[in-house]
């Protein structure tokens, strides 16, 4: 089964970009009243992320946080490019199932599960799976066949934008007694999971956790368990538009691998990032439905031309925080938009605020930034909107979902395809040219020698 094959995709034509296909789109609805948010999802720029990673942690398997956007389109991608998928429920193990994914390829990363999810992870054959309490390991030798457990430990995600450790991990000291209950139970635990937070701030919270985890193995190991995997969970940004860059975290994860998990044959280290693999492949364009121009009236007499300082301007655009914005409330994300059209030079700016279309007060996108006298119909443009934006979005107040337009190019498909077809991770000899390939500007120049690919 080619799985690529039931993804609703476009080409995109050579020499053209996502943005291209952005401005024709908006030409398009333009010429209707039908002005509809749209997304463009470019999954090139899945291609792309994936091959840095590849470059920047040649020892960490990444298996994808299912939740941060389970998009038939962006799992199957992934699925092609190899990756392995972290999965919290029945539902999104269906769903990576559904793709012809090995059930080897999935770790059941919930901490808490209910025992309905149990029983299915172990009749479709899915074994990898995380704990951190006893009552959780009771439940697993109860209701599963052949578990081979991850112990999740806490870590100090104090400096991440959003902590997951108030939740889940277990501290340090309860990782004996809990590995003991495990023995005793007769169950297999193989190792060690983190997650430092989502948005996480300060690399040296993974040298923490990695040292941590190095404690935890050894616990294990001595224990009598054959401790052989170490997750290192995700946390890692999906655009660079951030403090602290991917590569800066991963410039401070490999010595600290290195350091306390020597390279060993029998080692497996895997992540489970979400928000870097889907990021900014998604860009959300809305359109401005409403406006409302509130004068001030002390300066209104004042600054008589010039404009800036004597009104405020609301508007009200056909996306909101009940909607793709969900990010806002959910994800402690702050989204600014930029012009679809290039203002004039001379053109005033003037302070704004920017609301969604239900009638919540609470429907607010931003709350303050500069933008010229844009007019009802015009359209705003959102970058990096991939993670935690349409997997948790509602229909309240009758919104509907933007509709996604998935789009890549011919060379990253056929890199997609070359990369699936061969079932390994690409070569080192391989990743600049592909990484040139597939670069921002996709100029259509296919590499040749070593990477040529083959079309399907
Ligand atoms: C949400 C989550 C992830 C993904 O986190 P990102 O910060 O998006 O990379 C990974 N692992 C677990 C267990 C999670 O809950």
């Not at 007499?301 to 909607?323: A, K």
Request: aromatic share 8%.
């Amino acid at each position: 089964m080619n799985p690529t094959a039931a993804l609703d995709l476009s080409f995109l034509e050579e020499g053209f970009s996502a943005r291209d296909v952005i401005e024709q789109n908006i030409n398009e609805s333009s010429l209707t009243d039908d002005r509809d948010a749209f997304y463009i999802c470019d999954l090139g720029d899945i291609l792309k992320k994936h091959l840095r990673w590849t470059r920047a942690l040649p020892r960490v398997t990444p298996f994808y946080a299912v939740k941060c956007n389970d998009s038939r389109s962006v799992v199957t991608t992934l699925a092609s490019l190899g990756t392995g998928f972290d999965c919290a429920s029945k539902t999104e193990i269906q769903l990576v199932q559904s793709l012809g994914v090995d059930p080897g390829r999935i770790i059941y990363a919930n901490p808490c599960k209910q025992v309905s999810q149990i029983k299915y992870a172990s009749a479709h054959g899915v074994r990898m799976m995380t704990f951190d309490s006893e009552v959780e390991l009771m439940k697993v030798a109860r209701y599963h066949d052949n578990a081979k457990l991850v112990l999740r430990i806490a870590t100090d995600d104090s400096k991440a934008v959003c902590r997951l450790s108030v939740k889940f991990g277990a501290p340090l000291k309860a990782c004996r007694g809990l590995l003991e209950k495990a023995k005793e139970l007769g169950l297999d635990v193989i190792g060690v999971s983190f997650h430092v937070g989502s948005g996480c701030t300060d690399p040296l919270t993974y040298s923490q956790a990695i040292s941590d985890a190095r404690y935890v193995f050894d616990m294990g190991n001595e224990l009598g368990f054959t401790m052989d995997l170490l997750d290192i969970g995700g946390g890692f940004p999906g655009s660079d538009d951030v403090d602290l860059k991917f590569e800066e975290i991963t410039a401070v994860i490999n010595p600290a691998l290195d350091k306390y998990f020597p390279v060993d044959h029998k080692l497996k280290i895997i992540a489970e990032p979400g928000r870097f693999y889907v990021a900014s492949a998604y860009t959300l364009v809305v359109n401005i439905i409403a406006k409302k121009v509130i004068l001030d009236d002390d300066n209104a007499s004042d600054e008589e031309d010039e404009g800036t300082t004597d009104r405020t301007i609301m508007y009200y655009v056909n996306d909101g925080v009940y909607g793709s914005f969900n990010c806002i409330l959910f994800d402690h994300a702050h989204c600014l938009p930029s012009l679809h059209k290039k203002p004039k030079p001379d053109e005033p700016l003037y302070p704004c605020s920017i609301w969604g279309p239900t009638c919540d007060g609470l429907d607010r996108i931003v709350e303050q930034c500069t933008l010229p006298d844009l007019q009802v119909g015009d359209w705003l443009v959102f970058e990096n909107m991939g993670a935690y934006t349409v997997a948790a979005s509602s229909t309240f107040n009758g919104f509907q979902r933007p509709d996604i337009h998935y789009v890549i190019s011919r060379p990253s498909w056929q890199h997609v395809q070359r990369i699936s077809s061969q079932g390994l991770p690409p070569q080192e000899s391989c990743l600049q040219e592909m990484l040139v390939c597939c670069g921002r500007e996709s100029v259509v120049e296919m590499p040749t020698k070593s990477c040529q690919t083959h079309v399907v």
